[in-house]
């Protein structure tokens, strides 16, 4: 079965060719250039990767973009930067292909020598304890490796186009009462800085958007 994934994409041409390079057989990537300044949109296409433009600013729209250009059943979601193998993600497309869960998320276990700025690793571990407990789902992470089925994600009619995408995705399953499952990825040293946990400023920006989705006031880019 194939299996299309979405990555959005700003900037991450050095990072590229290995994550595009290790994609598994019947993987196939949807890099989304939400407003890349360097050749990302070039190497992703020469690397034989589907390619879209999103020109709205914001990580939700980039996922969104990706989700609608998808054609495959089951789609799955990555980051670019290479902080993430993509070798992994038929351990959490898994579970979505077999029928044991309507959406999965990859939980970053953190590698020999691998740091993770406090500020952000506090921030994830506050956010995943209100989830469990607004949500009844075990998760400790809410990470970016994740898969769902096509239809049933555009069917939860997400509204968020900012950094919040991730939170409103698991929150609008669990109202539906989806299985949500989680399992266990390596995270790795990503190429470059993060735009959004690289700094305090990032961080403390994606926490607001993640604030509005939790009081329903989901944004757009």
Request: proline share 5%.
């Amino acid at each position: 079965m194939k299996v299309d994934v979405v990555l959005p994409c700003l900037n991450e041409e050095a990072a590229l060719p290995w994550v595009l390079g290790r994609m598994p057989d019947g993987f196939h990537p949807i890099v989304v250039d939400n407003g890349s300044t360097d050749g990302s949109a070039r190497v992703a296409a020469k690397l034989g990767a589907t390619v879209v433009t999103e020109p709205r600013r914001g990580f939700g729209a980039a996922c969104h973009a990706g989700l609608v250009a998808a054609t495959t059943d089951v789609v799955c979601f990555m980051d670019a930067d290479a902080s993430l193998d993509p070798e992994q993600l038929p351990l959490v497309a898994g579970p979505v292909l077999a029928g044991a869960a309507e959406l999965v998320l990859g939980r970053r276990m953190l590698g020999p020598g691998v740091s993770w700025p406090m500020h952000a690793r506090i921030g994830n571990a506050l956010l995943a304890r209100r989830l469990r407990r607004r949500t009844g789902a075990l998760l400790h992470d809410l990470g970016p490796m994740r898969a769902g089925r096509r239809a049933d994600l555009l069917a939860l009619r997400l509204a968020d186009r900012r950094c919040g995408y991730p939170l409103e995705m698991v929150l609008r399953a669990a109202s539906e009462g989806w299985r949500i499952g989680e399992v266990e990825v390596n995270y790795l040293a990503r190429a470059g800085r993060s735009k959004v946990t690289g700094t305090v400023r990032g961080t403390l920006r994606a926490i607001g958007d993640m604030r509005r989705v939790l009081a329903g006031r989901e944004g757009r880019a």
